[in-house]
């Protein structure tokens, strides 16, 4: 009986072993659940964040943009603004070349067909800078303008009127939209603030998301505004029709279509490089990807 129970007591120890073996093997995760295809880590040696230009960020929703690579026209229509001062193409942009403003502007006197009331609702606007200080005027980096208002629906201003020229540390970022009962939102930047200069490239992103109403502003890479929580319920940003595109100056700035005898801005004095605006509201990641892709010149 001796020999039987020990029979039996191994016997068990076999199929309790056994047991276990075909468990472990039956709930052994799966590495690759979704079957998704394999990956080849050579495929992204020399991208960034996984991408080979910031061309290849949301290309889709890539809405309108400016390159000044080799005319000042809108690459996605081919339109050339229907009037513009003080403007050159000068080397040493961003990527290729870039647009050189001495008190002057670019004036787009038509609506570009992506910014309807119905199809513009939330948004990002990413820009590059050389900008400094003059302590007197304010800077209209770009303007989503109304015809015939001195606000638009989209105002993305530089305070350039609160510091110096002398301070390079500092720049004041206080854009504004229009909201759907004709009021205006804003965020700004009282704490974090991007370094500048006349020979220092900035990036400034403007994000808008119409679900939750959050207006951020960015420079560099990282969030700044300090009230983004603007638009919400009545106070939605609203892309009122017609409307026009302006760059470096509002209707002020332009001889002949004056609105007001509002001098607060003047036509800008700095350097610009690819302009984006985009469709929809671009996430964290995606706008350190365009800083650094930026960065890297690609």
């Not at 679900?211 to 560099?220: I, M, S």
């Amino acid at each position: 009986m001796i020999y039987l129970n020990n029979r039996k007591s191994k016997l068990g120890q076999v199929l309790a072993i056994c047991t276990c073996l075909a468990l472990a093997t039956a709930c052994k995760k799966d590495g690759n659940p979704n079957n998704l295809p394999g990956v080849n880590p050579a495929d992204y040696e020399g991208t960034i964040d996984g991408y080979n230009n910031s061309d290849e960020v949301f290309p889709d929703n890539l809405v309108a943009q400016w390159t000044f690579d080799t005319d000042l026209s809108e690459a996605k229509s081919n339109a050339a603004p229907t009037s513009s001062a003080n403007q050159s193409l000068v080397d040493g942009g961003v990527k290729g070349k870039a647009l050189r403003l001495n008190a002057g502007y670019l004036y787009f006197a038509r609506q570009f067909a992506p910014f309807t009331t119905a199809g513009f609702t939330s948004w990002s606007i990413s820009c590059w800078v050389k900008i400094v200080n003059n302590g007197s005027k304010r800077t209209m980096v770009m303007q989503l303008a109304r015809p015939g208002m001195f606000n638009g629906n989209i105002n993305f201003v530089l305070r350039t009127d609160v510091f110096p020229a002398s301070n390079t540390d500092q720049l004041r970022i206080n854009p504004t939209f229009m909201t759907r009962t004709g009021g205006l939102q804003d965020n700004a930047n009282f704490t974090f603030y991007p370094k500048i200069g006349a020979d220092k490239w900035t990036h400034l992103v403007l994000t808008y998301d119409a679900n939750t109403g959050v207006f951020n502003n960015w420079a560099d890479g990282i969030k700044v505004g300090q009230f983004p929580n603007r638009g919400t319920g009545n106070n939605n940003f609203n892309c009122w029709e017609p409307n026009e595109f302006i760059i470096g100056s509002n209707y002020n700035g332009i001889p002949g279509k004056e609105v007001s005898t509002d001098v607060t801005f003047a036509p800008m004095t700095g350097t610009l490089d690819e302009i984006r605006v985009y469709n929809i509201t671009l996430g964290d990641a995606f706008i350190a990807a365009l800083y650094k892709l930026g960065q890297a010149g690609k």
